[in-house]
Structure formats: C-alpha cells, structure tokens
Nanobody, 131 residues
C-alpha cells in the first residue's frame, strides 16, 4: 500500500523560510506529477504548485510565484516545496498529491487527476506564519 508523508511544517515569523518534503513509500513517483495544495481554516483547498513527472517543469499559483520553489529528488523519491518570504496568508495545512499532468492555461496552472489507484494524498503538514 503506497502512501505520501509530508514533513517540514512549523511556526515561523513573516519573512522566514520553510522547506516542506513529500516522501513516497510503497511506490515510486516515476512519471507522476506531484502537486502541493493548501487549505486555510474556513477556506477551500487550493492548488499551490506542481512539478511535472516528464520534464520536471514547475508551475505556481500567482501569489507564491517568486517565493516558492518546487523540486524533486528521484533518488530519494521525494518532492520538496521551498517556501521563502513567508506571509501570514500562507498559513494553512499543506498536502501533496500525485497527479497526471500539470501545466498553464489562460494564465493559471492546472492539473489533471490520475486514476484512483494511483492518486495518493498525504496527511498534510501545518504551516503557521505569525508575528
């Protein structure tokens, strides 16, 4: 049984950095894309970033462009989200999810889902940004 496990969250002050990890066990990412999502209290879950499984192209929501960087280490079967210049609005539960394809369309990034047997979600890691 495969699973995703996120780590690296914490409580920081505005302007500080965190690096989140999404480690896969029981399966390999291979050509799967991996997307990061976040959900703040009282808000819907939103896609933050995605890295393609084919060419490692990266995609971001507008509010994190230039501050967040997604990357993957195939040898470690892990995807990372480096978050710099954190802001209070970045406070949320961050989760990773395997996807089929990610890209940009009409200025916004999109992703397509995998079939249910390959669509994994992690349990999430909390990021709190507060002074």
């Amino acid at each position: 049984q495969g699973q995703l496990v996120e780590s690296g969250g914490g409580s920081v002050q505005p302007g500080e950095s965190l690096r989140l990890s999404c480690a896969a066990s029981g399966f390999t990412f291979g050509y799967f894309g991996v997307a990061w999502f976040r959900q703040a209290p009282g808000k819907e879950r939103e896609p933050v970033s995605c890295i393609s499984g084919f060419d490692e192209s990266t995609y971001y929501m507008d509010s994190v462009k230039g501050r967040f960087t997604v990357s993957r280490d195939s040898a470690k079967n892990t995807v990372y989200l480096q978050m710099n210049s954190l802001e209070p609005d970045d406070t949320a539960l961050y989760s990773c999810h395997t996807v089929s394809v990610c890209g940009y369309s009409d200025g916004a990034f999109f992703y397509t889902e995998l079939g249910p047997s390959d669509a994994y979600w992690g349990q999430g890691t909390q990021v709190t940004v507060s002074s």
